[in-house]
């Protein structure tokens, strides 16, 4: 019976790294060095792009990101007005509102802009219908437009998760880092 007990650990040990590994496997992450960022400066967060088939998925990003901005204890945060954040279905205009946006942040005297592009986001066909999202973030230097930061990734959920959530997770992961350094 004492050689059972530790067959039983080797097992558990095993077994978790597994799932590690596992778990591991249904993210992908690339990010940049964070950025030295003040963290009571003014932020805005311009149109994200949607590269997708899903209408407004670019909207639902941006409105988890300024959320998320919002809970990281970032200054104020502003969005730009209506008209600049139109998005429709397969819309080319993305270049012009992203400029159109950025003319506004100027105006607003934001010091930076959070803004990005929807790679994936939907359910995958399938028996299990997995949520899969895939974005990318930029902070960008209102002042000069240059970007400062930018970082993207992809994750997937489990079948019963909402597609929400796996977003929120991964927008969430990504800007630990571009946030990382900010005072």
């Not at 969005?79 to 998005?87: D, L, M, V």
């Not at 209102?142 to 489990?158: D, H, P, Q």
């Not at 997770?169 to 990382?180: D, F, N, P």
Request: hydrophobic residues 45%.
């Amino acid at each position: 019976m004492r050689h059972s007990r530790p067959l039983i650990h080797r097992f558990l040990i095993a077994a978790f790294a597994g799932l590690l590994v596992f778990l591991s496997a249904c993210t992908t992450l690339d990010r940049g060095t964070p950025p030295a960022l003040e963290k009571s400066a003014s932020w805005v967060v311009l149109p994200f792009a949607n590269h997708t088939e899903t209408p407004l998925a670019g909207q639902r990003a941006e409105a988890i990101a300024e959320a998320l901005l919002h809970a990281r204890g970032v200054g104020t945060v502003g969005r730009p007005p209506a008209g600049a954040q139109q998005e429709a279905l397969f819309d080319a205009g993305d270049q012009r509102r992203q400029e159109e946006a950025l003319a506004w942040a100027r105006e607003q005297q934001a010091r930076y802009a959070l803004t990005g592009s929807v790679e994936e986001w939907r359910y995958k066909v399938g028996v299990d219908g997995e949520p899969a999202v895939g974005v990318t973030l930029r902070i960008v230097d209102v002042g000069t437009g240059r970007v400062i930061w930018s970082a993207a990734g992809g994750k997937s959920g489990w079948s019963r998760e909402a597609l929400a959530a796996v977003a929120q997770k991964l927008i969430r992961e990504l800007l630990q880092t571009g946030l990382a350094s900010a005072r």
